[in-house]
């Protein structure tokens, strides 16, 4: 395999893992509809569902995370 | 109070668009660069510092230094509280104060979820918030990332010497043919949740020490998490079955730790990643937007990461057949 083709193909790929950022996308999402669902029918549990809101978004986020360091692993390292 | 100074709403709006228009001026003349990237965080010293003999040399990277900077700011900080504490006042000011709100916070919040062990996860969570918090929030320091040592690379660009000797920066190349020999900054400091090494050590220290606690708890009885046997010769099927579970439990312990370390790794990098470009691409102002989404981003991963180990030694100190009581609130 010549350089080109070796680079192009890391680009190729960082780009197709990214793909799975969709999933940490809908998740937030989804979490963030049932907070604001709650918070709009019960606004004195605000801070309870804010906190419980964030923590559900990292976790979300972790995921969208790992195919970003898949993409870094390509760009980056190899 | 009518010794403060009158605060003049239309100071700060003036020194902002000032630095704009530096900005300005300073991308015509000196056009930013993009630096250059790598996972692996680079070296700053030219010698090793010692050799261990089966796993190599140790260099002194730029992490590290990051790492040391960041446990001297928190050694100052728990040194000038205890100062201010020593002192006998009954409401703290000045920064005990913000510290004493976010401690009785995360206090409360550990006390919820893990009773009467809260007294020994607490320091966990709390060191593990403000290591975390420090290293991610002095990656945003004007100088950090920026200010390094010139090192000679095919990638770079050509240089400029201002002092010589002492000060150069490296420019933009004229984009002719390949040169023989670019220059790249090396940073002093680069963002200790950068580097791999920080961020899997954090997070070994915290599933190590979640089977610690577990153990205290329970004694030896907690490893029956691991390797449920208990229902394997009532109900030979569902006993089988609780087998299996117990064996995945002890698989995703393990992805734990990647998880930990890749969730903190990935979400510094990408930031410093994003500073990065878009401070070369666009090099007025837009990097205050994304600087200013860094330092939500910082505070959150810090609050999960210790959050997180919370929680998981919390469930690691409850049996399994018991259901405690829950606080009333």
């Not at chain 1, 019960?42 to 995370?65: H, K, R, V, W």
């Not at chain 2, 050694?75 to 009785?104: C, R």
């Amino acid at each position: 395999m010549t350089g080109d083709i070796v680079e192009a193909a890391k680009f190729i790929g960082a780009g197709l893992s990214m793909i799975g950022a969709l999933g940490g996308g809908i998740g937030i999402g989804l979490s963030v509809h049932g907070a604001l669902g709650g918070m709009a029918r019960n606004p004195d549990t605000y801070g309870n569902l804010l906190t419980n809101m964030i923590l559900g978004i990292a976790f979300s986020e972790a995921i969208a995370i790992y195919c970003l360091v898949i993409a870094f692993l390509m760009l980056f390292v190899l | 109070m009518k010794a403060k100074s009158k605060w003049r709403w239309g100071v700060n709006r003036w020194i902002v668009l000032l630095f704009i228009i530096l900005g300005v001026f300073g991308a015509q003349y000196f056009p930013p660069i993009q630096p250059h990237i790598q996972v692996a965080p680079e070296n700053i010293s030219a010698q090793p510092l010692f050799t261990l003999p089966v796993i190599g040399s140790f260099y002194m990277t730029n992490t590290m230094v990051a790492i040391i900077i960041s446990y001297i700011l928190v050694l100052i900080l728990g040194f000038s509280i205890k100062q201010a504490l020593s002192k006998g006042d009954l409401i703290p000011k000045g920064i005990t104060g913000a510290i004493e709100m976010v401690v009785e916070a995360l206090y409360n919040m550990t006390e919820s979820t893990a009773g009467k062990w809260a007294g020994t996860i607490f320091p966990y969570f709390m060191t593990i918030f403000l290591v975390v918090l420090t290293a991610n929030w002095l990656e945003l320091l004007p100088g950090v990332d920026s200010i390094g040592k010139i090192e000679e690379s095919v990638h770079g660009t050509p240089l400029l010497v201002l002092i010589p000797g002492v000060l150069a920066a490296v420019v933009k190349g004229t984009g002719e043919a390949v040169q023989e020999s670019g220059y790249l900054i090396v940073p002093y400091v680069r963002a200790a949740s950068t580097d791999l090494n920080f961020t899997v050590a954090l997070a070994l220290i915290s599933v190590v020490m979640t089977q610690v606690i577990g153990i205290k708890a329970q004694g030896f009885g907690y490893f029956s998490k691991f390797f449920n046997t208990r229902t394997l010769f009532t109900a030979p099927f569902f006993g089988a079955m609780d087998l299996m579970v117990s064996l995945l439990e002890l698989i995703s312990e393990f992805s734990k730790i990647l998880s930990f370390a890749f969730r903190l790794f990935g979400n510094v990098f990408a930031g410093m990643v994003l500073l990065f470009l878009v401070g070369t691409m666009v090099p007025v102002f837009a990097q205050s937007f994304v600087v200013l989404f860094e330092v939500f981003i910082g505070l959150i991963q810090a609050i999960v990461f210790g959050m997180l180990t919370m929680i998981f030694m919390a469930q690691a100190t409850k049996g399994h057949g018991e259901h405690e009581e829950e606080h009333t609130a």
